[in-house]
């Protein structure tokens, strides 16, 4: 027995005729395109597919109130873009990440897409371009040089605010509960990964706080540098075939819809030759995973043993951590974040590269810029909701773990420096940690200071600057 074949029509474009699946929205452009890219079975996330209906829905209000397109087709229009906005037709984007650099592809499955359903709106089969024209009507004033790289714009900027900011004040909350649970717990500084002075637990948790404050500062600035939008320069930057006042309406109808300030780029010759902002955005971006890795290893660190680790933090059990060692529990969202954030090192380096891609009027590797930078900012997004709500969260101090190292440190022996000198303080620590005996036990031994002057010098709260 065989398979029936799937019903097909034929339609014709300036290369000829394409065989495309009968119900399909999308056209011959794209039909090519999906068989000329069959590469990683990726397909672009929703958040640039609605970036792309916003653009096309408010390019044909543009363009309906510069009275360049009737009414009825341009109503048309903006109501099937909004429906590609929306998600009602991401099954008719098959388009691989990886194709032109220029994202032509997509931008022409999107206004295929927009056109068939315009058709079908007006009662008419799809494939006909009646009444709607995917070039000649939802791209009018339009080039794939100018609406791709302003929809990653679009759909970066949003992202960071919808994901991955509210993520991070999440993340912040947690730390900052921690930092007022823990400031009366005293534990053991490190330094180089050695014994240093006493900090308060809570100050440490003050200090993540205080990276993810800063971070979260990035993360805004990385939208602040997509506002401007190439809209308008069409195919080099000259905005030929486009009304002088297009870009001006489509992304005043863009700011309103977004709520974010996007504006019209001041030279459309370096928007649309460079994508220098978005570069600088995966940037802040990066360097917001830096700090994100620092503080998971950090905590996996203070957590690690039970018994024969440093012991100081007991993070939640979620798992069991191994499949041959009984009651083994493992740091599994520390672990998470920490590869997502060498995953987003990882993919700047790619938009680093894209971005050096721009030659002469045009950057090539807009997909690929666009596919890492979303993919960078759910991800960490993710990662870290998780990590803040069923780690941080529910993270204990151990304080007689925490007691029991401060006392046994050979770094308290810095607080006797100005009593005793630093050479007999130097001389003291060697004995201490020749014999296994504490600061404490060897100067009252010795009789180097009176035992309430000494109490006083070896008291870890006052080490810690509170």
């Known amino acids: 027995m065989t398979d029936s074949p799937i019903p097909a029509r034929t339609e014709n474009d300036s290369m000829g005729s394409v065989e495309i699946p009968a119900n399909a929205l999308y056209g011959a452009s794209t039909a090519r395109a999906v068989a000329n890219f069959p590469i990683s079975g990726e397909r672009f996330p929703r958040p640039l597919l609605r970036a792309l209906g916003l653009i096309k829905w408010a390019a044909a209000r543009a363009n309906r109130k510069l009275g360049l397109l009737d009414v009825e087709p341009a109503k048309w229009i903006e109501r099937a873009a909004l429906e590609v906005a929306a998600g009602d037709h991401d099954d008719q ?27 079908l709106l007006a009662g008419n089969a799809v494939g006909g371009h009646d009444p ?25 900027a949003e992202s960071v605010r919808n994901e991955l900011l509210p993520a991070l004040g999440r993340l912040r909350e947690a730390l900052t509960s ?21 900090v ?70 370096e928007a649309q030759g460079a994508r220098d902002g978005l570069v600088e955005a995966s940037g802040l971006i990066r360097t917001l995973a830096v700090s994100l890795f620092k503080i998971a290893n950090d905590l996996r660190l ?23 060692m009984p009651g083994k529990v493992n740091p599994v969202l520390p672990e998470a974040l920490m590869q997502v954030c060498a995953r987003v090192i ?24 666009a596919h890492e930078l979303l993919g960078s900012i759910r991800l960490l997004a993710n990662a870290t909701r998780q990590f803040a709500e069923h780690c941080v969260a529910g993270i204990d101090a151990d304080t007689a773990r925490c007691a029991d190292l401060v006392e046994r440190s050979l770094a308290l022996v810095t ?34 200071l009176p035992a309430d002057r000494l109490d006083a010098l070896l008291d870890p709260r006052s080490m810690t600057g509170d």
């Not at 706080?209 to 069409?234: C, D, F, K, S």
């Open 93 to 119: 984007f098959p388009v691989d990440v990886f194709q032109t650099g220029s994202g032509t592809s997509t931008n022409m499955n999107a206004n295929e897409v927009i056109a068939n359903r315009c058709a």
């Open 178 to 198: 921690r930092e007022q649970a823990f400031i009366e717990v005293i534990k053991i500084g490190r330094t180089h990964l050695m014994d240093a002075t006493p």
């Open 346 to 369: 990882g993919s700047d380096a790619a938009v680093v590269w894209g971005g050096a891609g721009g030659n002469l009027e045009l950057n090539t590797f807009m997909p690929l810029i």
């Open 302 to 324: 203070l957590s690690s043993g039970p018994r024969c680790g440093l012991g100081e933090l007991r993070l939640p059990a979620l798992q069991p951590g191994s499949s041959i």
């Open 132 to 156: 709607v024209h995917p070039n000649d009507h939802v791209n009018l004033g339009q080039s794939s040089n100018d609406v791709f790289p302003s929809a990653i714009h679009v759909a970066v």
């Open 200 to 269: 308060r637990l809570g100050q440490e948790f003050g200090g993540y706080a205080r990276q993810v404050t800063l971070g979260t500062q990035r993360a805004a600035r990385a939208i602040q540098a997509l506002l401007e939008l190439p809209l308008g320069g069409t195919a080099v930057g000259t905005g030929i075939n486009t009304h002088p006042r297009f870009a001006a309406e489509v992304i005043t109808d863009l700011r309103l819809k977004t709520g974010i300030p996007f504006r019209e780029a001041a030279n459309h010759f």
């Open 415 to 448: 607080a006797l420096v100005p009593a005793i000198g630093y050479d007999r303080a130097a001389a003291l620590a060697k004995r201490s940690a020749a014999t296994g005996r504490t600061l404490r036990e060897l100067c009252l031994e010795e009789n180097l």
